[in-house]
């Protein structure tokens, strides 16, 4: 049976149907496992991606490999009766292997507001059993989300910000429209400088300059890799903006920055408050 929605898909067979709720549930994307966590449903988790580090006791469960790059047979070795996954898992033969042995899906699409986190908050309790939990916790983002708002109407001119992403030694990639970095930004009360287009793009010195932003916003992984703040703001282009020139770099945790789960006001709230602090 397949349900097109308007911020979600849900693919669901076999039993995944059944009155019963699932008791052995494997989560493959680290949203997906954050929603299960904070429904109070972390102990049927027997298994999940690489992805899952949050909560802690979510890092603490058997792996089935990144979400990209599932390994069916580390999946069916933890007979599981329902997998919750991202509509981006894979690869796409695995995901066949697993459908046509008979394992029940449920595939989340991905989250660029809070509007869609609380659609899959919904779905995966429907799923779970535990709608109850799912309706506390959409009330308790809802409140969260008006505090936010409460505070932008209250803070002056938004600042200019430029998310890089730089991750496994390429080169630094920018965020613009239609991504999750854009959507924090956004949802943070600041400005994207980056809106010229979608997705992203390659950073090259001469568009780092031109853009001139306020802050630099940045995961920590891609911090590290690069070698730490100094280096990362040093790098061509970059050390020649407002926020090179200013040290005004911001990193944070990419699955709270970019992961839109339960957390992505709390994010968004982080975020609001560093820009404003700096």
Do not use: C, W
Not at 121 to 131: D, G, P
Not at 172 to 187: E, F, H, W, Y
């Amino acid at each position: 049976m397949i349900r097109i929605l308007s911020v979600a898909f849900l693919l669901l067979t076999g039993a995944a149907q059944a009155a019963d709720a699932p008791a052995r549930v494997i989560s493959v994307g680290g949203a997906i496992t954050e929603i299960i966590y904070a429904l109070g449903a972390g102990d049927l988790v027997v298994a999940s991606d690489t992805t899952s580090y949050y909560p802690p006791e979510a890092a603490e469960t058997p792996k089935v490999g990144y979400m990209r790059a599932l390994s069916a047979e580390g999946v069916l070795s933890m007979s599981p009766d329902l997998v919750i996954l991202a509509a981006d898992a894979g690869p796409p033969p695995v995901i066949e292997q697993l459908d046509t042995a008979g394992v029940n899906l449920l595939k989340i699409g991905p989250a660029r507001t809070i509007e869609d986190v609380k659609s899959h908050i919904e779905i995966v309790a429907k799923a779970l059993h535990r709608q109850a939990e799912g309706t506390a916790l959409i009330e308790q983002i809802t409140a969260q989300e008006e505090k936010l708002k409460e505070r932008i109407a209250g803070q002056g001119e938004a600042k200019r910000v430029l998310f890089i992403l730089q991750h496994g030694g390429g080169a630094p990639m920018v965020a613009g429209n239609l991504t999750s970095a854009d959507s924090i930004i956004k949802l943070a009360g600041a400005v994207n400088v980056v809106d010229e287009y979608d997705g992203y793009k390659p950073l090259s010195p001469e568009s780092a300059i031109s853009l001139a932003p306020d802050v630099i916003l940045a995961t920590d992984q891609g911090v590290q890799q690069a070698g730490g703040e100094a280096s990362f703001l040093s790098a061509p282009g970059i050390a020649l903006t407002p926020a090179g020139k200013n040290g005004q770099l911001i990193a944070m945790d990419a699955l709270l920055l970019l992961g839109f789960g339960p957390r992505a006001v709390d994010a968004a709230l982080e975020l609001n408050d560093r820009l404003n602090t700096q």
